[in-house]
């Protein structure tokens, strides 16, 4: 089985290489990208079972990187978690509207990171699988599943 691959994004190089450290210890693949630029270009070699990126940094910062992968259909379900020093409600907010899937602050602490990457990988993992039981399901289908889903959004709820 492979290692699952996390793709780190800060542009403090002492919180990526402490990041790599933990997690390649740990079974991670880890690559790192410097800022919100990077990052989308390194998801569009290659996708990542998670991303763990920070809020503020050069170019783009976190919270619009992480719009961008999630308005993407391709990037879309590749869990993320924001890290940030920054501890606020209003950060926590902006996390959440921005897409991300969790919040972490720094300092890091390394068994709350490992946990964190393990239920991201999960995570990936499970919604990959789903994607793939829908398009054998719609194959077998023959569409149907995404006519009955049309019908239903048409009908509406029931009262």
């Known amino acids: 089985m492979n290692r699952p691959y996390v793709l780190v994004v800060d542009d403090n190089k002492i919180t990526t290489k402490l990041m790599r450290r933990y997690l390649e210890g740990n079974g991670f693949e880890v690559e790192e990208a ?30 619009e990187t992480v719009r961008r992968l999630k308005s ?16 606020d409600l209003t950060t926590q907010l902006k996390a959440v509207e ?9 300092p890091i602490e390394e068994k709350l990171i490992l946990t964190k990457a393990a239920m991201l990988t999960e995570l990936s993992h499970a919604r990959m699988m789903i994607r793939e039981l829908r398009s054998v399901i719609d194959a077998y289908a023959g569409g149907d599943t995404a006519r009955a889903q049309e019908l239903m959004a048409t009908i509406g709820p029931r009262s």
Do not use: W, Y
């Open 72 to 87: 993407d259909e391709t990037t879309r379900l590749i869990p993320v978690a924001i890290v940030t020093a920054l501890n």
């Open 98 to 106: 921005s897409g991300a899937d969790d919040f972490l602050t720094k």
């Open 34 to 63: 410097g800022d919100g630029i990077e990052c989308l270009e390194k998801v569009g070699q290659r996708i990542p079972d998670a991303i763990i990126i920070d809020v503020m940094m050069p170019r783009l910062d976190g919270f």
